[in-house]
């Protein structure tokens, strides 16, 4: 059956076609579009992404806004049903005000913008996100955030570290998250939170002008994992 992803658009979203194009790319199928005034999801999804972006311009605080918007309620109970569900960024911000993944995302360490190519480690290969990549690896996806400064209270982060719930570390100083995390899964492994963003770096190996295909590969390892449920 043919691969279906949906990228929800919030106002403010600025990845979103980004996603939608890396998705096609590496699927050979193109996305489903869904505007975060939706009530209902499409039939049938593979992925669901919530892409990079300001989300309400980021007012109240990061991703706490679109939180509310009446597509999410689809979205948790596709997540609550197993569905995989990637939030990049602004993405991730909008995860954890859902709360389908713990902490919070607060503004970076010296109050700057981030906006670079960054060296992750890969912590957990044992997910349908990551199964493509080695345990130890280090990758390089780009980032560009300014609340994407990891938090957690210290029995949650031992309680995610504990349950192999991290699945990108930062291998430089980046934004002051805690414990260096970049990315985190829930509890069944089916929706990941990352900051960096993977559709930044979906060229060819044989190419790598515009960031490399580190991100590519993790797509590809949703495509493979999902190929070989």
């Known amino acids: 059956m043919a691969f279906r992803a949906a990228?929800?658009?919030f106002p403010g979203s600025n990845c979103d076609r980004d996603m939608a194009t890396?998705?096609?790319a590496v699927s050979g199928q193109?996305?489903?579009?869904?505007?975060h005034g939706d009530a209902d999801l499409p039939e049938r999804l593979d992925l669901i992404a919530l892409p990079g972006g300001f989300s309400y311009g980021d007012y109240l605080r990061s991703g706490a806004m679109a939180a509310t918007s009446p597509i999410m309620r689809a979205v948790i109970a596709a997540a609550d049903r197993g569905v995989p569900v990637l939030g990049v960024c602004n993405g991730f911000q909008v995860l954890t005000e859902a709360r389908l993944l713990p902490g919070a995302l607060l503004r970076n360490a010296g109050q700057r913008f981030v906006c670079r190519t960054v060296s992750l480690t890969v912590c957990n290969t044992d997910t349908l996100f990551t199964a493509g990549f080695s345990a130890g690896e280090?990758?390089?996806i780009p980032v560009a955030h300014h609340d994407g400064n990891y938090f957690a209270d210290a029995d949650t982060l031992d309680r995610l570290e504990g349950e192999g719930r991290v699945a990108f570390r930062y291998a430089e100083a980046c934004n002051g998250s805690a414990r260096d995390i970049a990315g985190v899964l829930s509890a069944n492994?089916?929706?990941l939170g990352m900051m960096p963003h993977p559709?930044?770096?979906?060229?060819p190996a044989a190419v790598p002008a515009l960031g490399g295909a580190d991100g590519r590969r993790l797509f590809a390892n949703i495509l493979a994992?999902?190929?070989n449920a």
Do not use: Q
């Open 7 to 9: 990228v929800i658009t």
């Open 22 to 24: 890396a998705l096609e």
């Open 30 to 35: 193109p996305a489903i579009r869904v505007w």
């Open 138 to 140: 280090t990758i390089r």
């Open 189 to 191: 492994g089916r929706v």
């Open 199 to 203: 559709e930044r770096a979906i060229e």
């Open 225 to 227: 994992s999902l190929a």
